[in-house]
């Protein structure tokens, strides 16, 4: 498995300059496994309230959240870097904007501010890779491979983002665990967006059901087109949210988001409570370890069961893991719940992206991967939120049932949607058609 792995993702790099855009959206997208434990370290140490730091980092989920589908859409129509980069400054100067203001301990209404402009300027460099690689690979498996890289190194960043973080904030000042992101993000942003603009997808100004009138030819050849290709050109000017299958994908990754957010700030919590505090991004690491070695091992076999029936696989076994939270009572059983439960993570939002992949035409892929980070994102708000608010009133245990609850209703969510995901996937390669 060791050999076919290796020979899979060398494969993935033997054209020139897919390695740049592969490791710059790697360094532009790093910030973003720091900015929320950050912000919760930050605010919990600062201002003395793990509710605080919960609505803080919420904040600034929800208008990620809220602006990342915004910028993906104009993305797809106007190109990375026109979008992004003047994004990616912006939400940087905001960034520090934050630092400062907690630094000076202003009023924490203050703070909610450059929370949210930041955020809702930071975009998606991992969906934009993704689209990336989706334009330079024409074979089915090797995009599956891609994507699973691509799942794998988001694990990586979260692997050794926590850690970072928590340890500038413990071990120099509870505003340090910020100051990384916003070299990252900039310098990562201004590789990627600006400096490997050849690299990125073509723009796709208008399609046949958006402008009908000024393309009749176009027009009449989609009349003969095949119907599932008609599909998606009728439906082109709507949102991704609007084709088949999208909502079941979309609704899981929010409750996988809401466990997220409700595990990270449970796990600051816990190991304050266990006398370990500095441990805090350990146990969030090695979560993200398993997952990367389970991406990585994922997306080196090529899979013949139905891409929907894995999807919800990985869900269940996700939940079955996470359930183990609810007995653990020292920071060694929090890491190995935390590694047992990330197996399913990276394989999961593998098969998220690729069922994404099948079910938009391609020129709005942008927009519709950007959707599975969103909700994430959203899904996280609303977790750290929550658990926040209920850790303060009755301790960090109550935080992880929060995590295990979201994931039994994403568990509930996968099962009844899977008939609609098997359906839909079945059009699978029609988005490259419809382009």
Excluded at 353 to 376: C, D, F, K, M, Y
Aim: glycine letters at 10%; aromatic letters at 8%.
């Amino acid at each position: 498995m060791e050999g076919l792995a290796t020979r899979s993702y060398l494969a993935l790099f033997k054209v020139p300059g897919r390695l740049a855009f592969c490791a710059a959206g790697f360094v532009a997208r790093s910030s973003g496994a720091m900015v929320g434990i950050g912000m919760i370290l930050m605010v919990s140490m600062l201002y003395g309230s793990y509710g605080l730091a919960g609505a803080i980092g919420a904040t600034n989920a929800l208008a990620w959240a809220a602006g990342n589908t915004v910028l993906a859409r104009l993305v797809d129509r106007y190109g990375q870097n026109r979008v992004m980069v003047p994004a990616t400054i912006i939400s940087a100067a905001s960034l520090v904007g934050l630092i400062v203001a907690a630094w000076f301990r202003v009023p924490v209404a203050v703070l909610f501010i450059p929370s949210a402009i930041s955020g809702l300027t930071g975009g998606s460099p991992g969906a934009m890779v993704r689209a990336r690689w989706n334009h330079a690979l024409a074979e089915d498996a090797q995009l599956h491979a891609a994507f699973a890289l691509e799942s794998t190194l988001d694990e990586v960043t979260y692997i050794v983002g926590p850690m970072v973080a928590t340890v500038l904030a413990t071990a120099v000042h509870p505003t340090a665990g910020l100051i990384t992101p916003v070299v990252l993000s900039v310098v990562g942003g201004l590789w990627f967006y600006q400096g490997l603009r050849a690299s990125q997808p073509p723009v796709r100004l208008l399609s046949v059901a958006e402008s009908p009138s000024e393309q009749p030819e176009a027009a009449s050849d989609a009349l003969d087109a095949p119907k599932d290709v008609t599909r998606f050109g009728q439906t082109a000017d709507r949102f991704a949210l609007a084709f088949g299958g999208m909502l079941p994908v979309v609704f899981v990754s929010l409750l996988f988001g809401g466990t997220f957010g409700a595990i990270d700030i449970s796990v600051v919590a816990a190991t304050k409570f266990m006398g370990s505090p500095a441990l805090a991004g350990v146990v969030l690491a090695t979560m993200s370890l398993g997952s990367a070695l389970a991406g990585l091992t994922y997306g080196a076999r090529v899979w013949k069961s139905p891409l929907a029936r894995r999807f919800v696989i990985g869900v269940v076994v996700y939940a079955v893991a996470l359930a183990f939270l609810l007995t653990a009572y020292s920071v060694v059983a929090l890491v190995i719940v935390g590694f047992f439960s990330g197996l399913a993570i990276a394989p999961t939002f593998t098969n998220a992206n690729t069922l994404v992949q099948t079910l938009v035409p391609q020129h709005r892929l942008t927009e519709g991967l950007a959707w599975v980070g969103t909700s994430i994102g959203l899904g996280a708000a609303v977790g750290s939120a929550v658990a926040g608010r209920l850790i303060d009133d009755f301790g960090y245990r109550a935080g992880f049932i929060t995590a295990v609850a979201f994931v039994v209703v994403a568990v509930m969510m996968a099962l009844a949607g899977v008939r609609t995901l098997s359906r839909h996937s079945g059009v699978a390669g029609f988005s490259r058609e419809a382009a």
